[in-house]
């Protein structure tokens, strides 16, 4: 009954992280056109890497008890859980940078924000068009202020304040 508990408690525990892991892969690999070959690929790979590291871990937890009740002796205990810690180790990061990786991919800057080459790949000419000034945005007394404003380069203070000036 005692070995239950235990198998109950680990169940309890990884079966969030495995399902989570489960559901991301089947989401990934349905998505079909809406996500580039590229990034689904990277996608699927550390979904797979951290589901095969987690289902490690499990399995670890679970044999655990075995090999202490068991003769297996010190040496080969020890190469055991540096075989586990290792992989452990590997897979982590490997599946969690992946997944960045997949995030990241074929994402480009649209707009504006492309750079210096826009988004078609050929450079922006050095003088672009200057947009005429708005109603309201004349300038007086050649400074570029709004005309409402009256040439002044603030508003005037706020009802019940000194204005600003000398």
Same mark, same amino acid.
């Given at each position: ?10 169940? !309890? ?10 559901? +991301? ?23 797979? *890497? ?38 452990? !180790? ?23 924000? !492309? ?5 078609? +790949? ?17 300038? *007086?007394? +050649?400074?570029?202020?709004? !005309?409402?404003?009256? +040439? ?15």
């Amino acid at each position: 009954m005692r070995e239950f508990g235990y198998l109950a408690t680990m169940a !309890a525990f990884e079966t969030p992280t495995v399902l989570v892991l489960l559901v +991301g892969l089947v989401l990934v690999a349905t998505a079909g056109q809406r996500l580039p070959r590229r990034p689904r690929m990277l996608a699927l790979s550390g979904l797979a *890497v951290l589901l095969v590291g987690a289902l490690l871990g499990a399995a670890w937890t679970l044999l655990l008890p075995r090999v202490f009740g068991s003769d297996w002796g010190r040496s080969n205990f020890q190469l055991l859980n540096l075989a586990h810690g290792g992989v452990q !180790a590997l897979a982590y990061p490997l599946g969690t940078g992946l997944l960045v990786a997949a995030v990241l991919a074929g994402r480009r800057a649209r707009g504006a924000e !492309a750079g210096p080459f826009g988004d078609g +790949g050929q450079p922006v000419p050095a003088a672009q068009p200057v947009p005429q000034a708005g109603v309201g945005w004349d300038a *007086v007394g +050649g400074a570029d202020v709004p !005309a409402q404003w009256d +040439g002044r380069s603030r508003p005037d203070a706020p009802t019940g304040t000194a204005p600003d000036r000398p």
